[in-house]
């Protein structure tokens, strides 16, 4: 079946870093890939999405690559800010169906 | 609140009950979910719909059941056969049939407790 792997689980750094969270996924008919940010308490929020035809797409500090090749997309935020401070997860989605990752902890330093 | 409800916001159950989690969405999507979050492990799905009448079985379906006989609602029951059933249970709802996104909607969760 599908599945998403998405690594790491936790991450820190100082605010004003860059941040790179990457998930891998196992259907190749996969065509949407998003990305959510959870606040603790709160629902996943979409925060950018890419989709199968597009290679990067970026909205501010926050952008996304996907390499369907090797069927791979990342997430990168730059100049982090406390505010950035979630749990982040990608999933992917074949024909409705959507597959979300493990998650991955991002804390801001600041 | 984007227009995807669920309640209650917290539930208690005793060991052997059934119980219902409600979700309801106003935004005429086709597609609804049901996932199960734990410390951990993301959010896994446990059922899905793409249309009314019609739903299949996510990674976790065992012990748990749905039914979708409205394209508003998604109820998902909780049956006593579901062993570990404390965990944070959140609703999404998409449209499909969009051709610029798929994005999903999630509502607020229901917190499930056995007791």
């Known amino acids: 079946g599908e599945n998403v792997e998405q690594h790491p689980s936790t991450l820190s750094v100082q605010e004003g870093d860059s941040a790179v969270i990457k998930c891998t996924y196992s259907?190749?008919?996969?065509?949407?890939f998003p990305w959510y940010k959870q606040e603790l308490g709160k629902r996943p929020q979409l925060i950018i999405d890419i989709r199968s035809n597009v290679g990067e797409k970026k909205d501010q500090r926050i952008a996304v690559t996907l390499n369907k090749t090797a069927k791979h997309f990342s997430l990168h935020i730059t100049e982090t800010q406390p505010e950035d401070s979630a749990v982040y997860f990608c999933a992917a989605s074949k024909r409705g169906k959507l597959i979300f990752g493990q998650g991955t902890t991002l804390q801001v330093k600041p | 609140d984007g227009g995807i409800t669920q309640s209650p916001k917290y539930l208690f159950r005793k060991e052997g009950q059934n119980v219902t989690l409600s979700c309801e969405q106003n935004l005429n999507h086709d597609a609804m979910y049901w996932y199960r979050q734990d410390p951990g492990q993301g959010l896994r799905l446990i059922y899905y719909s793409q249309i009314v009448n019609d739903f299949q079985k996510g990674d976790i379906a065992e012990g748990y059941s749905v039914s979708r006989e409205k394209k508003e609602s998604f109820p998902l029951t909780v049956t006593s056969a579901q062993k570990n059933p404390t965990a944070f249970y959140l609703c999404a709802s998409s449209d499909p049939k969009r051709t610029v996104n798929t994005e999903a909607f999630f509502g607020q969760g229901t917190r499930l407790t056995v007791v």
């Open positions: 259907d190749s008919a996969s065509n949407y």
